[in-house]
Structure formats: structure tokens, C-alpha cells
């Protein structure tokens, strides 16, 4: 059965520093890797998609990358702004998704 | 386009009380699903749908049952309400034909408390 992991649970940060969000898989036979991100009490958004056959992906200033040999895959957002702060969520999956438990990011003004 | 759309945002329910949450879509997608999100517990698949008239389980489908008649809805029906149903749940689509992509998307989310 899947498994997926975001450690760490919560972060904060000093507004405009780079940071890095992790997710980890415990089976590296996926299909895509998505990237959510959630707001209190509001629905989720997508923010990037990466198919397995790809290494990374980059909207703005966000990339994330995928290492499906390590099951590893990390969200880095650059020059981070309050307007940031909110939950990440990682799922890996295609039609089905398996759910990490999120990092709630808080960047500090 | 409005996208995943879900009614009601809110519903309060007594034990034993039957409803249902309805999920619309107006993208065309082929593949629709319901989850349910609870402190703690990230959000976990329930019924899932890869077209008209094709449903299955997930993760955590006792009490729930689910049909797909058209391509643009799937209702989640509760059978008789349990506490252990209070949850947010979510509806997601994907996947349009002739696209290579399965990008999901979620619908706003229904607040359910079963008292």
C-alpha cells in the first residue's frame, strides 16, 4: 500500500527566504506526483503536476522536483511571501490519490 | 468556467439521517472522486468514478454509496448518518480524453457534522 510523508508537520520562515517543502513515497511505481496547496477552511488548489516520466516542474516561483528511485520529491519556493502561508499537500497517484498529511507553512512578515 | 462545484458548503445532520452531497463538473472530465479530510488523517479516497456508469471503492467507502449517470456529476449519498462522519469532504475530477495529463482538481468542500 502507498505511503506518503511530509515531514516536517509545521515551518516558519523569515519573509524572503528560499525555502524547501519534502514529500516522501513508499512505492516508487507511480504515475504522477501533484503538488496542492489549502487555505483554512477552503478547498485545495492545484500548484504543479509532475509526471512520472519527468524530473521537475516550474510555475513562478515555484519548482518541484521528483526522484521516483528515492521516492523522494521536494516543492522549493523561492523569495517566500506572507501570501504563501497556508498547507502543502503532496499526493502521488493518477486517477486515485494517495495524501500526504501536509506542511502547514507560515512566513513570517 | 466554473470548474468542481459542491453543495451544500455547510449541513448539520442527527444520527440515522440520510443525504446527499452533490459534485459537479463542467470541464469534460472522464474521471471523478469523492474524499473525505479529518485532522490528523490527510485526505482519503472514498468512491471513485472513470466514466458514466462506472463506479468503484477506495479507501474508506462503508456508509457511502456513490453513481455516475452523467459525465458532468457524482453524488456522495449517506445511508444513515454516524458521528464518525463528521469530516470535510472534497469531489476532484480529471482527465479529459486525448489529453496526457491527469491534473485533478477539487471542488470548495462540504462541511458535515453528524450530531
Known amino acids: 500500500k502507498q505511503e506518503v510523508t511530509q515531514i516536517p508537520a509545521a515551518l516558519s520562515v523569515p519573509e524572503g527566504e528560499n525555502l524547501v517543502l519534502n514529500c516522501s513515497f513508499t512505492?516508487?511505481?507511480?504515475?504522477?506526483l501533484q503538488w496542492f496547496r489549502q487555505d483554512p477552511g477552503k478547498g485545495l488548489t492545484s500548484l504543479l503536476l509532475?509526471?512520472?516520466?519527468?524530473r521537475e516542474q516550474t510555475s513562478g516561483r515555484l519548482n518541484a522536483s521528483l526522484d521516483k528511485s528515492s521516492g523522494r520529491s521536494t516543492l522549493y519556493i523561492a523569495a517566500s511571501q506572507p501570501g504563501d502561508s497556508a498547507t502543502y499537500l503532496c499526493?502521488?497517484?493518477?486517477?486515485?490519490?494517495?495524501f500526504g498529511t501536509g506542511t502547514r507553512l507560515t512566513i513570517i512578515p | 468556467n466554473a470548474g468542481v462545484t459542491q453543495t451544500p458548503k455547510f449541513q448539520v445532520l442527527k444520527t440515522g439521517q440520510s443525504m446527499t452531497l452533490q459534485c459537479a463538473q463542467d470541464?469534460?472530465?472522464?474521471?471523478m472522486s469523492w474524499y473525505r479530510q479529518d485532522p490528523g488523517m490527510g485526505l482519503r479516497l472514498i468512491h471513485y468514478?472513470?466514466?458514466?456508469?462506472?463506479?468503484d471503492q477506495g479507501e474508506v467507502p462503508n456508509g457511502y454509496n456513490v453513481s455516475r449517470s452523467t459525465t458532468e456529476d457524482f453524488p456522495l449519498r449517506l445511508l444513515s448518518a454516524a458521528p464518525s462522519q463528521t469530516s470535510v469532504y472534497f469531489c476532484?475530477?480529471?482527465?479529459?480524453?486525448?489529453?496526457?495529463?491527469?491534473?485533478?482538481?477539487f471542488g470548495p468542500g462540504t462541511r458535515l457534522t453528524v450530531l
Open positions: 476532484a475530477s480529471s482527465y479529459s480524453k486525448g489529453t496526457p495529463y491527469n491534473e485533478q482538481f
Open positions: 512505492d516508487s511505481a507511480i504515475y504522477n
Open positions: 509532475i509526471q512520472s516520466s519527468q
Open positions: 499526493a502521488v497517484g493518477d486517477e486515485k490519490l494517495t
Open positions: 470541464m469534460n472530465h472522464e474521471y
Open positions: 468514478s472513470v466514466g458514466a456508469g462506472i463506479t
